[in-house]
């Protein structure tokens, strides 16, 4: 971003240098212009000539008028002789060059035989060849034909000038190129040569043919691909060049450096995106071009130390450019003795280390640019020294620390960019003495505390970007006087209170951005406020969304005739939308008022202003069929209307709507019912129909027109055998069909594979055969969902070796047989594992406990970049839940309601992660493992109705999360262990149907009810020992806590940042339940 805004070092100033000198050598013209009296047949020649230039405005040539053409804009006359020495009609209208009709070049140009100076630049000449006649303005000395659109060959006729000293053919705009250059040769007075974006890839002797101009000053080649370098380059011999632009040309390499090492004049060199330059042969260019101001390396894949470069360069180096490379090392070898260095980048590389105090040496910067690196530690109070500075890019480093104080010395400062770090602290008041400042990039950082009043002060400001910081508290009022203000990003903060009132009378603003804080209050004054500015209204987005504004939204709205995007989803708004509220949106594109308590009382005819690209009115009360108006959005791409009411048939036009195909789709949880409408879909695309009552089979039509990525049909009616299509759907990656009445096999897809597929959910249908073997091909699976049909068959061994990515893998309710195979150890990366009422035999393999994600405690909630939030049913302490926010941290086995025999792998207990443990209604035997007490994690057990026996093993007690536990009906036996987490589970029903168990909460055990005495010792001591331990538990908790607390409390008082940032969260979770507990009160008041 940074190298295209602001201040572009001095190359400038010998352009300027070198127009003064040509201005002067024609001195006559100037001097003589207001006294020369033009003669007739070139005042003729001249009126041919403005008749064929394009003149938009009538005001360009509006001047040539009258007998003296002397007088005319851009003409300048020999004072003695009358002749025209100067034509300038170079296109004056900048703003509208884009849209430049046609000009034509007059033969009667050559009329003017005198002619010194002819500029033609920035027309449109329509790809016409530059004329070769050209060639008999003999005296040119000035020819400018840059950036006018010229095409073909450059002639080489253009050699007869010999008088020429500045030539300037730019074809960026154009389509010019040069097959031979040796015409230049005769050019021998030339200073002055651009040839930019001229094609030169023919021109074999363009090296030679350039070297044979000594009075070459200035020597512009960008873009022109001269991909032939000589393999021996001659002597250097452009003895006078000052200025030389080859960047963007591949071939040239450091060759070309050793050739320029004797070019003692060069003071501007320009060398970028030039394709690559070796390190060590590149390190000795800059020390031998000592009289070097502007040096540009950039986007070159140089690769090595950057102090090779910066230790090397002049020390009267004014602009160092060596963005997008590759260079590493420490920023902190940049030599401070570049006191003149003005401009600096070397974004986009690979530096590391700390930005050094002797930072504040280089007293000349106005531009500093080290964006997208690796810098780390805190910016230095040295950077306030820095007064010239106007342009500050820090942006993606590491930055650390917070914001110094001294930043408030750089009242030049134009731009400020230090977004994308690790930035801490406040914002510093001193923020407010930058008066200068138009950009405030600070986004993407972890700052806190408030926004401080002195960014009111900022009065030149025109873009303020906070976002995703830990900023808190009111946006003051001061934001207010913001009068220049164009873009105000604050999105994802902790902001509270209302939005300022006077924020509606900055009537710049175009952006607006306020979504996911805590804010409250209403819009009204807001949008009342900018929809009462003078034309023209500039406000183009406005974002809101996920915050507690309250009230409803401002009829005024509809006022806001430049506005695009309107986000206001998730807040507390109600009342009504009505015709008002978009009656002058023209150009709207984007709207969402999802998740309000709104009523949108829209006319059946309604037809409205704009024609969107998304609709999201989710949650709104909408009425009881789609909107008829809808149809009228032809370039509708994204509709959200889950839960607002619709129910019956979906109207017949909707299903030829949108041919051009949706890329969100979403009717879910309403009361539509009939047949599946027909929709088209692009590629990547998400339908979601689901918690309808659509019934009857999937249409083939349907799935002829769908390409999604996630279908999303849960909750239906939909009956029929499984349709085939899902084998054609290679984009696919969720499909989620459960809860329905489908029924037959799964079909087999021999030729063509869902490859792409992720989830796949099809549990509680009526779906039967086996296990289809395309599954094997869809490797890329991570949630598979088959549970609550008729699926018979074993368990296919592929899905340990080819489904190697399983997460979710539920196969109960099914009447599969055979064996848990071994290869079931390869599914490492396994949550949550159900094979639960099924006719599944045989032993538990041992190769269980090599399941690796149940293995190590989860902590990390998988983040999904997709729009699918993953869902699965688990059935744990005795009820069955849904799972699907945290459904990364469940770890569970349920393999209950089988046939299995055998023992209890003792490998079983190595999952230390296992949150749930289900083995019931087997036929397991022998003992529980003695080891099952390092199942720390262990919330649920369940081995009840087996053939267990032995007693219950006493390390038990230490599963400490353990809230659920059933060992009924097996052959347990001896007393049940004691333990402060097993005592709370004391529903004598968990240990029914073990005839050999006794102890609390079974009848006491043999022996416990007898007298005190000798005999009950044994017991006394017993509890005597209980006694201490808990007496020792107790003194363990009351010294943790006062360690704890006072270790916690005496940070927060010691670290500021850290009680901050405590009490952000306190606050912020504190709002998170108001406002939920607001949204389910306005809810409950909506059903009342």
């Not at 105090?357 to 640019?369: F, K, T, V």
């Not at 959910?761 to 088959?786: E, M, R, V, W, Y």
Request: hydrophobic share 40%; net charge negative; aromatic share 8%.
């Amino acid at each position: 971003m940074a190298s295209g805004n602001g201040y572009e070092g001095g190359a400038l100033v010998p352009m300027y240098v070198m127009l003064m000198a040509l201005l002067i050598s024609s001195g006559a013209i100037c001097r003589l212009e207001a006294k020369g009296s033009c003669i007739e047949s070139e005042r003729r020649a001249l009126l041919a000539v403005g008749a064929d230039m394009y003149d938009p405005s009538g005001d360009w040539l509006a001047s040539w008028t009258g007998d003296d053409c002397c007088t005319w804009r851009g003409v300048a006359c020999d004072g003695a002789t009358g002749h025209v020495m100067k034509l300038d009609l170079s296109f004056p209208y900048l703003d509208v060059v884009g849209d430049v009709d046609a000009s034509r070049v007059n033969p009667s140009l050559l009329e003017l035989k005198h002619l010194k100076y002819l500029d033609l630049s920035m027309n449109n000449f329509s790809s016409a060849a530059v004329p070769e006649t050209f060639a008999f303005l003999v005296h040119l000395e000035y020819l400018n034909l840059s950036s006018a659109m010229f095409a073909g060959a450059v002639p080489p006729q253009l050699g007869n000038l010999s008088a020429l000293r500045y030539l300037d053919l730019n074809g960026c705009y154009g389509d010019l190129h040069v097959d031979d250059l040796g015409w230049l040769s005769h050019l021998s007075y030339l200073r002055y040569l651009d040839m930019s974006c001229v094609e030169m890839s023919l021109a074999a002797n363009w090296f030679h043919s350039i070297n044979s101009i000594p009075s070459l000053q200035v020597l512009h080649l960008q873009w022109s691909n001269p991909t032939y370098v000589p393999p021996t380059l001659p002597p250097f011999n452009l003895t006078s060049i000052t200025v030389l632009d080859l960047s963007g040309n591949l071939n040239i390499n450091t060759s070309i450096l050793d050739w320029l090492s004797n070019a003692s004049t060069i003071e501007h060199l320009q060398l970028g995106s030039c394709g690559g330059f070796d390190i060590q042969p590149l390190q000795p260019a800059p020390a031998a071009l000592t009289n070097l101001q502007e040096l540009d390396l950039s986007a070159n894949d140089i690769d090595g130390e950057i102090y090779g470069i910066v230790g090397n360069a002049s020390k009267r180096l004014q602009k160092l450019d060596l963005k997008w490379n590759k260079l590493t090392g420490d920023i902190s070898r940049i030599s401070g003795s570049l006191r003149h260095l003005e401009y600096l980048t070397i974004d986009n590389n690979q530096i590391t280390g700390h930005l050094p105090e002797m930072l504040g040496n280089l007293s000349s910067l106005r531009y500093l640019s080290f964006s997208s690196n690796q810098i780390s530690g805190d910016i230095p109070q040295t950077v306030g020294n820095l007064l010239r500075l106007e342009f500050i890019y820090f942006s993606g480093n590491n930055l650390s620390g917070e914001i110094p104080q001294s930043i408030g010395n750089l009242t030049n400062l134009i731009h400020l960019y230090l977004g994308r770090n690790t930035i801490a602290g406040s914002i510093p008041e001193a923020i407010g003495n930058l008066r200068n400042l138009k950009e405030l990039y600070l986004s993407h950082n972890s700052i806190t505390g408030h926004l401080p009043p002195s960014v009111g002060n900022l009065e030149n400001l025109q873009a303020m970007y906070l976002q995703n910081n830990f900023i808190t508290g009111r946006i003051p009022g001061t934001v207010g006087g913001l009068r220049s203000l164009r873009r105000l990003d604050m999105s994802s903060n902790g902001l509270t209170g209302n939005i300022p009132r006077g924020m509606g009378s900055l009537c710049n603003l175009e952006y607006i951005d306020f979504s996911d804080n805590n804010l409250a209050g209403e819009l009204a004054d807001l949008i009342d406020g900018l929809s009462n500015c003078s034309p023209p209204l500039r406000l183009s987005s406005l974002h809101v969304s996920n915050n507690n504004l309250s009230g409803i939204i401002p009829p005024s709205l509809g006022q806001l005739s430049e506005l695009s995007e309107l986000y206001l989803p998730s807040n507390s708004l109600v009342g009504n939308v009505t015709e008002s509220h978009f009656a002058n949106l023209a150009i709207l594109k984007f709207l969402d008022i999802s998740l309000n308590t709104l009523r949108v009382i829209l006319p059946d005819d309604w037809v409205p202003p704009f024609d969107a690209f998304t609709i999201g009115m989710s949650s709104c009360h909408l009425g009881t069929i789609i909107p008829a108006w809808i149809r009228t959005q032809t370039s509708l791409e994204n509709l959200y209307l889950s839960r607002t009411g619709l129910w019956g048939a979906i109207p017949a036009w909707f299903s030829g709507f949108n041919p051009s195909g949706w890329h969100y789709l979403d009717l879910s949880s309403n009361s539509l019912n009939g047949s599946l409408p027909v929709v088209s879909s692009v590629e990547q695309s998400i339908i979601n129909l689901s918690n309808n009552s659509f019934s009857g089979p999937l249409p083939r039509s349907f799935a002829a027109a769908l390409n999604p990525s996630i279908l999303t049909l849960s909750d239906n009616r939909i009956s029929g055998g499984f349709p085939p299509f899902i084998c054609n759907m290679t984009l696919l990656e969720v499909l989620d069909l459960s809860n329905n009445g489908l029924y037959g096999e799964l079909p087999d897809c021999h030729s063509s594979y869902p490859t792409s597929l992720q989830s796949l959910h099809l549990n509680n249908n009526s779906l039967s055969g086996s296990l289809p073997a395309f599954l094997k091909h869809c490797q890329q699976l991570i949630t598979l969902d088959l549970g609550e049909n008729r699926l018979s068959g074993e368990i296919p061994k592929w899905i340990g070796s080819s489904l190697s990515s399983l997460k979710v893998l539920r196969l109960r309710s099914n009447l599969l047989h055979g064996t848990i195979s071994a290869h079931i150890s390869n599914l490492t990366s396994v949550h949550v594992l159900d094979l639960s009422c099924n006719n599944l035999s045989g032993a538990i393999p041992s190769s269980i406990g090599m399941l690796d994600a149940m293995v190590v405690i989860q902590n990390v909630i998988d983040s999904n970049a997709r729009y699918y939030s993953e869902h699965v049913l688990i059935t744990t302490k005795g009820s069955t839940i849904e799972y699907s926010t945290v459904l990364s941290l469940v770890t569970s086995i349920d393999l209950s309601n089988n046939d299995l025999h055998g023992e209890i792998p003792v490998e079983l207990t190595d999952l230390h992660g296992l949150h749930f443990l289900n083995l019931s209604k087997n036929h397991l035997a022998g003992e529980i493992p003695t080891e099952i007490g390092g199942m720390r994690q262990m919330e649920s057990l369940d081995l009840s109705m087996n053939n267990l026996g032995g007693e219950i093993p006493l390390n038990l007690s230490a599963l400490n999360f353990l809230s659920h536990m059933n060992l009924s009906y097996n052959h347990l036996s001896g007393r049940i262990p004691t333990s402060n987490q097993l005592q709370t589970l004391n529903d004598p029903s968990i240990y029914i149907g073990n005839k050999g168990l006794c102890g609390t909460p079974l009848p006491k055990c043999p022996g416990d009810e007898a007298s005190q005495g000798p005999a009950s010792a044994g017991i006394q001591e017993e509890d005597n020992s209980d006694e201490l331990e808990m007496l020792l538990n107790i003194a363990s908790i009351v010294i943790g806590f006062v360690v704890g607390f006072w270790g916690f409390v005496g940070t927060m008082i010691v670290k500021q940042g850290m009680r901050i940032a405590v009490f952000q969260w306190i606050d912020r979770i504190y709002w998170r339940l108001a406002v939920k507990l607001a949204k389910l009160k306005l809810k409950g008041q909506s059903r009342t």
